[in-house]
């Protein structure tokens, strides 16, 4: 059973356009999984923790065969083999993936919530989401819809 799911990468330290490209190829590479399509590049005002760097966001889309908490443990697997660090909740990073969407499964777990609880907020999603999955449907309304009422005040797209 094969299904699409939705992709979050982001981080503000090092180089991080080069992360996000190795992220996804190790993602592509794991059995189960093939992007089948990636956002462009946006430069991002960070969320959460805002006395940071700016971001570099992007989303991708997976065709997979895993149920969405084999796919999360695939993300969490590619960032532990980048050496992500956990230093602060919601602070500085090289590289993060954040499972958005898998088909239409819905998950409220300690460990999973799909679709992202707090994904129809970020701007740093939902626009370069809107790239890729304009009519995907969250909560009632189209990506392209959440996006616009979204703050876009700032974000640019690098690529
Ligand atoms: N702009 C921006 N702000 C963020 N705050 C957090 S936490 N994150 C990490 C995503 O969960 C980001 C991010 O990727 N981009």
Redesign the pocket.
């Known amino acids: 059973m094969s299904a699409q799911a939705m992709l979050?990468?982001?981080?503000?330290i090092g180089e991080v356009k080069a992360q996000l490209a190795d992220a996804l190829r190790r993602l592509d590479a794991l059995d189960g999984c093939r992007i089948v399509a990636v956002s462009r590049l946006y430069r991002?005002?960070?969320?959460?923790?805002t006395d940071q760097a700016?971001?570099n966001?992007a989303c991708a889309a997976v065709q997979t065969t895993l149920t969405p908490e084999a796919l999360l443990e695939a993300c969490l697997s590619v960032e532990r083999a980048m050496k992500r660090e956990r230093i602060q909740?919601?602070?500085p990073?090289t590289v993060?993936i954040?499972l958005l969407t898998c088909g239409e499964e819905q998950r409220a777990s300690q460990t999973l919530s799909l679709p992202h609880p707090?994904m129809t907020e970020?701007?740093?999603?939902l626009l370069p989401l809107k790239d890729i999955a304009p009519d995907l449907m969250i909560a009632g309304h189209s990506v392209a819809h959440w996006a616009s009422l979204s703050q876009t005040a700032g974000i640019e797209p690098i690529t």
């Open positions: 979050g990468l982001g981080g503000n991002t005002p960070p969320w959460g923790v700016w971001f966001n909740r919601w602070g990073r993060d954040d707090r970020r701007a740093f999603v």
